[in-house]
């Protein structure tokens, strides 16, 4: 099968080659993959920012969707011709993360699915919505999944609630997006006014352009009427964690998401003054995964796809990453 | 001022009167009423059925929404001119309710607000979101409130969850409307094919004659592909709530609302087998409404008045809720 | 191997038979049985009215402990030699129990432990701390952890709550043991003043003869100082739920556990007029088991064990059941 | 009365001065205060370092109990001859806590508590545990208060879990009495051999002296098997964040409390990966300190006091602060 390999850090260094075909062992399916998205990690993964020390070559991407076509001895919730998406952990199936689970994240460490055929335990791969097509399924494992757990698990957002979220990627977007279907309204930073005006055609009540407003924070506390919004996702890392600590309602819940920026400091202190709940969130099971599905197939909610790439321009799928224009999700399709 | 007074149990005994004109003491409010609301406890208070030593006479009703016109000594939230509804306990501020807090409510025990004025202690009336009418904000402080505190405090529900309603009377509609801000889906139950079809105007996706249909349980578990609903709003009583509880999914939640039907066996060995949490539910407090209105608000959701009275018909207000043939909420407005 | 089998409904048709011995298979260990423990529901199961439909003839128990002497392929987690107990449902490891973890339940339905060998999928068992007997080990996995979960996973009981439990069966005095573990107080009813005494020996701080005293709520509330308990084990059933919910405080939780008595009507008003939560509670899932191994562990507690009969005496230890002469747990030993 | 002032930044600007009588006004008590207690917010406030715009004079401390000696108009759940505590916020009642609550903190903005005479409103009095002396119930509203916060409010910590606690302060102390009530196992560091020997003798299970080992986050984790433990009581900034943060299981929860050292950079990446709660803690509500006090009342638990100065000599027991040599709470008392 065809697949692609980091063989060395650098996008210039990712190859398309040809592996033996995978069989699934027991309790195993193997999935025939149509689609693939990108986030963020698999960036830093491919350039060695991730992790320095992984052992290469290795298969990128932690997210892809497909077709199953054969399950191995002993598989009891798939049959071939089921459509699918892996999980982002291959053994995080419900309850509190383990060491154990922690391990079988795709993509950094262990090959990843950026590859014609995948072969999985039956707990790593989850049905899709019906409505929605390969690549639109592909954004699920990681992005979408983060998201949710982070607003909805952790967050426990309802309705009537304010929810920043900053910048228009992957997270930032479904953040966007769960938290209208669960009736929250919503406040969205970027430094582009054309992300924001499609922002707000998603559903945003707010915008706030942060490279004409740096001090954005003041903006979101006069825009909740001084209050402060009850529900930060933070993906900025260093560099906008003490203005969102300053957007919080006392009270108020920040999710750290994604790969912080490196350098700078960070004052801890308001997040005691203000009684803040700060709550790292890596990803999600698959117990969440499953109630997630269940709100998009019930609203019919499509994923924001900004591009999808053929199979053979992952490498331009990485840079557009890089380049950080997009809005919504990257993905690969064939 | 005008005010009613249950004189004797039964409506004929319901007699407008003279009483003097309220003054508001320390940190108390005066509020000129504008309307009210009625719930099924009023019916039952005022035919003695709630509780039948109830001291008499006594201003029956709970619900209400007017315009404050003084306020005493201390009073720090609030001026002459604010909309306000009242608080069904004067003083369940916040947290858990204590025995203190329930010797606070109205309109079965101690004095109700059916009259022109009505003096409370600053906590126990609540702003009203800007686009309500008086009537629309006096089905709040009862019906509306029990209802999010069932679905979204205690319930915590959320988008692509599916709640079961029993019945279109003023908790059960809230149930729908609130559900459906929350992004959950909702099948509805009633013994009239007119109000079903009204139920589904105003968004449930499901709905059940149950007359035609007495086994209706099944037709849940049906609809949900055999799983059952993550959550029942209980107001029929012991009537209803065997099939209620079939109609739960394994770990799913029942909220036991209103003045349940007396007679009956209630069967509780499935709670315990399929692991359901039964929460009784009786209103909530200052700071739940508080959250309420603010989805309200940002939803401009308009509550469902199926009449509104006169001040001088109150009598006919109360046989409308007798003839259980309304849907949503029975105002009073002057 | 030596195998039980109910080959008919009543006791005296509980046979000692040769069985085939069991080989693990896939992912399964192959436990040498060396303890078990009795439940209300395997002398139900026994008699014909857990499931008078129950599939004969079947092997009883859900509860044992003994030493892993095979293990299958692609076994993970286990070794020869290790010391196990079984966990009740074989395949509920964590999260919400889903409707196939369920179907995993063992000695109703699904043959049970009472063998000398048993083959289980390696989630079936879990290590058992080190301090403890096989037959205290044995305890655990349905009365044990079912007080673990009602108290402390849905309880989440905290030092200086109070606690009432009823009776002094097995999960009765589990509750008492996980009650003191966590800093609560206890209250303790029973008709025998020679099991109260004991009671009292192993930490309650008040216990009520439900005989001498049969309006015993009335004693709780007082001794509560007329504010009620936090928290109920409810194992009585329909003879004590009434006055369970009149020992509540307003907004206190009780935990229906148990096999409930027949016949009887439950009176769910006052449930809902005092916010009360009852939370229907199956056993639990592993990783809850472990977190309650790691409290066991921690604390060296001993279960409390009654009588532990031979293996050739497992009728009389179903009589001993029947006879309800017990305190605390009943077990059987080779 | 008698009272203190500071009445320019600097301990020795503490001075002891008159003032008039208070006269407890509408709904408020007049405590005659017999003890009170230090908090390193103390020092900061009275040493410019916690709010250098703070307006002066002010009396100094958040923390003391006494007598009530007459009460206002209005004031139901006090009489004279009540011992009570104050809170820290004079008006956190319960819930969640608004802004209004947080302005209403004492001893840094408004007067505290370091007076003959204090005249509060009484939701801002506490009834204290009998066992406890004047001076052992001024150690509760804040040190105490804010330890129980963390631990079971916001912790849920229970029976088994592992705690670590950093230093010997006040908070620390209680960290270690409310870990062990609850049934969890301590981890204690500190410079001194001593006072981890005083600390080993209150029932600390592991000591670290972080001298002797500065990587003491990875002794923290052989301590617990390599797994982490399942929660952090961190006051002791940002020097110690990052080792809190290693020290942590995944999923783990840390608490942000008291005032945190200046400077240095806080790695926040590690929160996101291995799913941590960070969580501030600003004391807590009246509602959580009066279930603090029935677990202190049950256990008649007994606050740890380094030493108590006369009233005269407040200004040692603010040196005393300063010079870190206590262990557990410093008190003043008359």
Not at 40 to 60: E, F, M, S, V, W
Not at 269 to 282: E, K
């Amino acid at each position: 099968m065809k697949a692609y390999e980091i063989q060395n850090f650098g996008l210039e260094n990712l190859a398309l080659i040809d592996r033996p075909d995978p069989k699934p062992g027991p309790n195993q399916v193997l999935v025939k993959m149509h689609a693939w998205s990108l986030n963020y990690r698999d960036l830093l993964t491919a350039t060695g920012r991730y992790n320095p020390r992984l052992k290469l070559p290795q298969i990128p991407l932690s997210d892809g969707a497909g077709e199953i076509v054969e399950v191995g001895a002993g598989v009891q919730g798939f049959k071939a011709g089921d459509r699918v998406a892996n999980t982002f952990f291959e053994r995080w199936v419900s309850g509190a993360e383990t060491e154990e689970a922690a391990r079988t994240a795709l993509g950094a460490g262990r090959d990843g699915v950026l590859a014609e055929f995948v072969a999985l335990h039956e707990d790593g791969v989850i049905p899709i919505p019906e409505h929605l097509t390969y690549a639109e399924a592909a954004t699920l494992p990681c992005a979408a999944l983060t998201t949710w757990n982070a607003l909805v698990v952790e967050g426990k957002i309802k309705a009537g609630d304010t929810i920043l979220t900053l910048g228009t990627g992957g997270v930032s977007i479904f953040a966007l997006q769960f938290a209208l279907l669960n009736g929250s309204q919503v406040i969205v930073t970027s430094s582009s006014d054309e992300k924001l005006a499609k922002a707000r055609q998603l559903g945003a009540g707010h915008t706030i352009n942060y490279k004409q407003i740096p001090a954005w924070s003041k903006q979101v506390r006069q825009l909740t009427g001084g209050r402060g919004v009850d529900h930060v996702v933070e993906v900025g890392g260093t560099g906008t964690f003490n203005q969102s600590i300053a957007s919080l309602k006392r009270g108020g819940h920040i999710s750290l998401i994604g790969v912080l920026a490196q350098g700078g400091e960070v004052n801890i202190m308001p997040v005691l003054m203000n009684n803040i709940r700060v709550q790292g969130i890596f990803v999600g099971s698959r117990e969440m995964f499953s109630s997630m599905n269940a709100a998009i197939a019930f609203h019919r909610l499509r994923p924001v796809i900004d591009r999808t790439f053929g199979f053979e321009e992952a490498a331009e799928a990485f840079r557009l990453m890089e380049s950080a224009k997009h809005f919504g999700k990257i993905c690969i399709s064939r």
